[in-house]
């Protein structure tokens, strides 16, 4: 029996990878061009439930969508990054819409091996392949995406090197795990999300951010990934795509 290859489009749809999100921004924000720009740009934290929904519609659009909807998501985001630029920044660079797609992809790898166990070769590399058009969606060359697994592991670690967390971007990422509005039912979930945040985060940043951590924290963290590791991969696939089947209804 011929063994199945997965892709993005199997996995990209879990609801699970949500818990990311904290991780994959900071970790966009301690690149220096992206934290001072965004640092600059006072309203970022303002309205978060809309800037979740808009990157979420974005990535399950180019994904799962029609041409009407990626249409419709690609001009989203060029409006939302417009007035988000500094002497440094402009959301049109491709090496820093390089560097969100790779932030994306780690996160979104990171955490599927973690909830439904390491994806056989194969399916990795057919995933890491996909994962390339969330940059070449906003104009990044294809050719800029590493060429492998192995090419963007050396990318990965030349980048986590060079990023630096200041003042300014570490109150913006206070500001993302402390946000001061949105709905009840979000603001109560901000402590979970914390804590996976932090967990998941690269030790060395996840200080420089000054994010609380412990050997009781880490144990905490650890029974929450093993726990959803348990139970989640059983849950009705209606309610692990839920997400991904609203947002791109909204976008009908």
Request: aromatic share 8%; charged share 20%.
């Amino acid at each position: 029996m011929a063994h199945t290859v997965l892709g993005l489009r199997d996995i990209g749809a879990e609801a699970a990878l949500l818990a990311g999100g904290g991780r994959a921004i900071l970790l966009q924000l301690a690149n220096p061009a992206v934290g001072h720009a965004v640092a600059d740009h006072s309203d970022f934290a303002a309205d978060p439930l809309r800037r979740l929904r808009n990157t979420l519609s974005y990535v399950y659009a180019l994904v799962f969508g029609t041409h009407e909807q990626v249409a419709t998501v690609r001009s989203m985001v060029h409006h939302a990054h417009a007035p988000v630029r500094s002497e440094t920044y402009d959301a049109s660079d491709a090496v820093l819409q390089l560097w969100v797609a790779a932030t994306l992809y780690d996160t979104a790898a990171t955490l599927h091996a973690r909830i439904f166990g390491p994806l056989d070769e194969a399916s990795a590399d057919a995933v890491y392949r996909d994962y390339a058009v969330v940059g070449t969606a906003l104009g990044m060359p294809s050719a800029l995406w590493p060429a492998d697994r192995e090419a963007f592991g050396r990318y990965w670690r030349a980048q986590l090197a060079r990023l630096e967390v200041d003042d300014r971007v570490r109150e913006v990422g206070a500001q993302v795990l402390h946000p001061a509005s949105g709905p009840l039912w979000m603001r109560a979930m901000m402590p979970v999300a914390r804590l996976a945040t932090a967990g998941l985060l690269p030790p060395a940043l996840r200080e420089a951010y000054a994010l609380p951590w412990s050997d009781r924290r880490q144990r905490r963290f650890d029974r929450m990934m093993d726990v959803t590791a348990h139970l989640y991969p059983y849950l009705p696939a209606r309610l692990r795509h839920w997400p991904k089947n609203h947002l791109l209804g909204r976008l009908r």
